[in-house]
């Protein structure tokens, strides 16, 4: 999808389009370009909207209509991810000096992009909820699940009642029935979303949870439930999701919360403990 004109096109007018026309793009580029290939009542079936919200999105592009778009789509793709072509080569085969370089360049963007995402605005109004909350809850989705994990282990380190969601729905079901509105849910959501999290904070939030999200460019659903919200830009997306980008934020957000706890005496008390134990 790198250098895809559609796609840049699509993630470029994203945070101008409605919801309904945003649930089509997020469907295009988590699948693109093998989502825009079938028929349009599909795509709109796969997004959640009705065929008419779908060719809104396309007229408003300055497409011709739905056939035009998938002509574009044909023309401007390169047919398969940068994973898929990463992992394509022959067995055995090893990358090649320039393929190294150029992930390591695309590292070094995507954490150039996240770190100028967590703007300080951002950061004081997530650790000062994560600092105040009675309790913080934290979970993510298959892969982004580390990034919370190590949230709480952190967090746990400088204040009482961080915990990670667990995975259980009956254990999960407990949770939600003792949350108020001082405790905090923080929430990694990344294409594909994952609507067990999604589950989840939205129950969370009718007890009066309130909620810290760290998404990507094209934004979870769960956007509009954030009280605090990082969106990590699109150059943080490589031919593999690097984790990277998640824990940088998390970095970041643990740092900015330390500063509000003075978590010394906890810290000693901690190691004092570890040494007995």
Avoid: C
Wanted: glycine residues 6%; hydrophobic residues 50%; without cysteine.
């Amino acid at each position: 999808m790198e250098n895809d004109p559609v796609a840049d096109r699509l993630s470029a007018v994203y945070p101008e389009l409605p919801p309904g026309e945003r649930a089509i793009v997020r469907v295009l580029l988590d699948d693109y370009p093998f989502a825009a290939l079938g028929s349009l009542r599909a795509l709109a079936e796969r997004a959640g909207v009705s065929p008419p919200t779908a060719s809104r999105l396309f007229d408003r592009l300055g497409y011709g209509g739905f056939a035009d778009f998938q002509a574009a789509v044909r023309d401007g793709a390169r047919g398969r991810s940068r994973l898929l072509e990463f992992v394509s080569r022959a067995p055995g085969s090893p990358a090649t000096s320039p393929e190294l370089r150029q992930a390591a360049e695309d590292l070094r963007a995507g954490l150039d992009g996240t770190l100028a995402a967590a703007t300080d605005p951002l950061l004081d109004a997530a650790a000062t909820l994560l600092a105040e909350a009675r309790t913080v809850w934290a979970l993510g989705g298959p892969l982004s699940e580390l990034a919370a994990e190590y949230l709480i282990r952190q967090l746990a380190s400088l204040r009482p009642g961080a915990h990670r969601v667990p995975d259980a729905t009956q254990a999960r079901a407990r949770v939600v029935l003792d949350l108020k509105g001082s405790d905090v849910v923080v929430a990694y959501d990344f294409r594909r979303y994952s609507s067990a999290t999604a589950r989840f904070v939205k129950a969370a939030r009718a007890r009066g949870a309130r909620l810290v999200l760290v998404t990507d460019a094209w934004e979870s659903p769960l956007a509009a439930e954030a009280e605090v919200l990082i969106r990590l830009p699109r150059e943080a997306a490589g031919p593999i999701a690097p984790l990277a980008h998640e824990i940088a934020v998390t970095e970041l957000l643990l740092v900015a919360t330390a500063a509000r706890l003075a978590p010394a005496e906890r810290l000693a008390d901690l190691d004092a403990l570890t040494r007995t134990l």
